[in-house]
């Protein structure tokens, strides 16, 4: 056993700096900022997950810009077909040369149409190729990334996960998820096509008729100014639009969770109302978006169709003087038209990136969350321990400066049976928790066999203590496969031995189904008593030396609390024990009994010495003589 002088001793870690950056939704509008730098940052900060999958999205990208050349090659063969078949116009450079091989203008015309259809086809079956290979990399792009974020959150400590709600984390690891990923491939690319094509477009028209082009590019700032304008506040909207959808989809999954309290209470129709209440305010915001999304396309396309008055009129006037030639001015007036496509998929894109970027800001906040509780830099694996407890000068805090356990000293020797009593809320199950490193104490520290526990990595420390919690957890599958679960690959012998240790393989055996009997969600279809021995065989088959029981028996009747307390003797054997109780009958089991009020130690002694003093312990048992604990006093 190694047991370690305090005073020789300095604590060899610092209690961590890193407080926990648990970020409220922040509702500032960049007014006037567009957000472009924030999606390039989201991209930025994505890039990874992009980087992986070049080998999807560079032909992706490929086959996009041959569609784009395509689609500027589209209107030409209309203008042959007018200038030189119908209106027998010489041709110029290259074209002069092909004319002159087709000879006769039906061939010309047959060629031309031969082309329309076969640039159609192409161009089909190069988007068509993009926009499998996108959706491919986007799949596999959402996927890597939710595991990701389920990682991270799996690893953030038990503060960050009492303050979210499961509603709100479950949104952002689901269909924000799917948004970024949007935003990542399908945004991206539409953007980049929507500006190629545009690109291409201008070029061609400045090549064509400079006047005309500069008349259309005059059109392009008003859009351009409304999209942004737009998406600016539509990143707001959207926001508020998903923390009501959170909102929501919390309400309902915590009164899901605890529908036998709603149905005691008969409050289904409250809590419907107060469902549809919230459904309500999300329908609300969620009109606020469209409402903006419309308004810019309707802006959009007023911008564009006094654009296209303006050209046919000075068109017209050119082609009247012969500065053009009439062909040349239907295939600008396309290439107009067309410049509408890609501007209003400019816009609409601007919008979807901004709502997407205030998703991916919301599975950012996830990724970036740093966890609380994690392994030291020098941590090492902790070796077998042998059980020696020692709370030192320890002191414990929720809230800065609202102290739950304070100046707690405390030395149990491997192997010894502590009960822990106490009024409710005196910090009995924080200290366990303190013990399990969920949190690290404000001062002092904790120690097993003589070493800070923050040496240990948490691994290593929590694989060596057998807990039963307050409020046991017991999951929607067989028994035996609950009891597995107390260590990783346990077999089926190993459920059966932890069963025998307890002595409750008979009660398993008398179950319809034995050790595959279905326990239903959370263990609904077994009764309290019995969920707490499956936790404890849990337990027990994790093999530690350590063994904390949290409230073993409270609310159990006289037969079920028996069984546990003798399943509880046989567990306690060669095992540190620490056992939470506000039961009466634990307590004759163990060697040593604490008392803890307000988050002091008050008491500390045997279970006769305690009963003889004055004290909280007699308060809060109102010990009875001997007769009447033999005879079963009330706990
Ligand atoms: N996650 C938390 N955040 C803030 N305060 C908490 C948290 N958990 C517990 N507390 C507070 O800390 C105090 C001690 O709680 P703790 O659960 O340790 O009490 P307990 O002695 O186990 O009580 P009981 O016998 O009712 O189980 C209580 O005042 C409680 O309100
Ligand atoms: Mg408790």
Not at 306 to 334: E, W
Not at 365 to 380: G, M, S, Y
Not at 554 to 573: K, P, S, V
Request: overall charge positive; some cysteine.
């Amino acid at each position: 056993m190694n047991r370690s002088d305090p005073s020789t001793q300095q604590p060899v870690i610092a209690p961590p700096s890193r407080r926990i950056r648990l970020r409220l939704p922040r509702l500032k509008t960049a007014r006037g900022v567009f957000d472009a730098r924030r999606v390039a940052s989201t991209i930025a900060f994505f890039a990874r997950d992009l980087h992986k999958h070049l080998g999807l999205l560079i032909p992706a990208g490929l086959a996009m810009l041959a569609a784009t050349l395509l689609s500027l090659a589209a209107p030409w063969p209309v203008q042959v077909v007018l200038d030189h078949v119908i209106l027998g116009r010489p041709a110029r450079g290259v074209m002069s040369d092909v004319l002159a091989r087709l000879g006769d203008p039906r061939n010309v015309l047959l060629a031309a149409c031969a082309a329309v259809v076969l640039i159609a086809a192409a161009r089909g079956l190069f988007e068509y190729a993009s926009q499998i290979l996108q959706a491919d990399a986007a799949h596999r792009i959402g996927n890597k990334l939710r595991h990701r974020v389920f990682k991270h959150l799996q690893q953030l400590s038990l503060r960050f996960h009492e303050r979210s709600r499961t509603g709100d984390l479950l949104l952002r690891l689901t269909g924000d998820i799917t948004l970024v990923r949007d935003l990542l491939v399908a945004s991206l690319f539409d953007l980049m096509a929507a500006l190629l094509l545009l690109s291409g477009l201008l070029a061609m028209m400045f090549r064509l008729s400079p006047a005309l082009a500069a008349v259309a590019l005059a059109t392009l700032p008003a859009v351009v100014a409304a999209s942004w304008l737009t998406s600016v506040r539509l990143r707001a909207a959207v926001r508020k639009k998903r923390e009501k959808e959170g909102d929501l989809i919390s309400a309902a999954a915590e009164v899901l969770g605890a529908i036998s309290h709603v149905q005691a209470f008969t409050r289904e129709d409250a809590e419907k109302d107060r469902v549809s209440r919230l459904e309500r305010s999300s329908l609300r915001a969620e009109l606020k978006t469209v409402r903006l999304e419309s308004k810019l396309a309707r802006t959009v396309e007023i911008v564009t169709a006094l654009g296209t008055c303006g050209i046919l009129y000075l068109g017209v006037g050119d082609v009247l003087a012969g500065k053009l030639s009439p062909g040349t001015l239907i295939v600008f007036i396309s290439y107009y038209t067309s410049l509408v496509k890609p501007i209003r998929q400019l816009a609409k894109t601007a919008g979807r990136m901004a709502k997407a970027s205030s998703c991916a800001d919301r599975v950012r906040e996830v990724l970036d969350e740093v966890p609380e509780i994690q392994d030291a830099p020098d941590a090492v694996v902790a070796p077998p321990l042998a059980g020696h407890i020692r709370f030192e000068r320890l002191r414990f805090d929720y809230e800065p400066g609202r102290p739950v356990l304070r100046d707690i000293h405390l030395d149990i020797p491997s192997g010894q049976r502590v009960a822990l009593v106490g009024p409710t809320g005196a910090g009995k199950s924080t200290l366990m928790k303190l013990l399990l490193r969920f949190y690290d104490p404000t001062a002092g520290c904790v120690r097993v066999d003589g070493r800070d526990i923050r040496e240990f990595t948490l691994e290593s420390l929590r694989r060596q203590i057998s807990v039963v919690q307050q409020h046991t957890v017991l999951f929607g599958t067989t028994l035996g496969d609950n009891i597995a679960m107390g260590r990783l690959g346990a077999t089926r012998a190993d459920v059966e031995a932890a069963a025998r240790e307890l002595g409750i393989e008979e009660w398993i055996a008398s179950l319809p189904n034995g050790y595959d009997t279905i326990v239903g969600e959370r263990g609904a279809t077994l009764s309290g008593g019995q969920r707490q021995l499956v936790a404890l065989a849990r337990a027990i088959l994790r093999g530690g030396r350590i063994l904390i029981f949290d409230e073993p028996t409270t609310g159990l009747d006289g037969r079920t609390e028996q069984q546990i307390r003798r399943a509880l003797q046989r567990a306690m054997r060669n095992r540190t024990t620490l056992i939470i109780s506000h039961g009466l009958r634990p307590l004759a089991d163990v060697d040593r009994v604490i008392v803890l009020t307000e988050g002091r130690i008050v008491q500390d002694g045997s279970h006769d010495d305690l009963r003889g003093e004055v004290g909280v312990y007699r308060e809060l048992f109102e010990v009875p003589s001997e007769p009447d604990l033999v005879r079963g006093a009330p706990a």
